[in-house]
């Protein structure tokens, strides 16, 4: 009697199993890579030499390498990217309530362009016909598409 040792790529669907377990662990491992060397060049607090040798340590050496940065400055890993989105998004909520001002700002509200309207009406340079027909077309919207 003979024994077999049965290995996973004796069976199709484990060792598609297996096949796809690998890629996603080096795909994974890729992506931290990344976000390592993205926060090697995140950091302010390290120089220019230290972002250096870790660069280099990651490159040259790139398990240890990576394994050795998550435990030396893994906890710090997180608090800078909290502060770098925090950042980011401080920096959209400026450009967005800049291009809001600015935005308003150009164009004249329906209250300016009846208070004008009212002092042309006074100053007699339009009659209370044209000033009505110009008051509607304000309110109606239109009177801020008028050439």
Known sequence: MSTHTYLAYDYPLLS???TLL???LWIMW???LFRIIGDIFRDDSLSGWGKTGWLVFCIVLPFLGVF???IA???EMGHREISHARAQQRAFDDYIRDTAAAGGAGRPSSADELAKLSEMRSHGDI???EFRRAKELVLSGSGSSRP
């Open 16 to 18: 598609m199993f297996w």
């Open 22 to 24: 690998w890629f996603f």
């Open 30 to 32: 890729f992506v931290l």
């Open 68 to 70: 050795v940065y998550l």
């Open 73 to 75: 400055r893994g906890k």
């Open 127 to 129: 009659t209370d016909d």
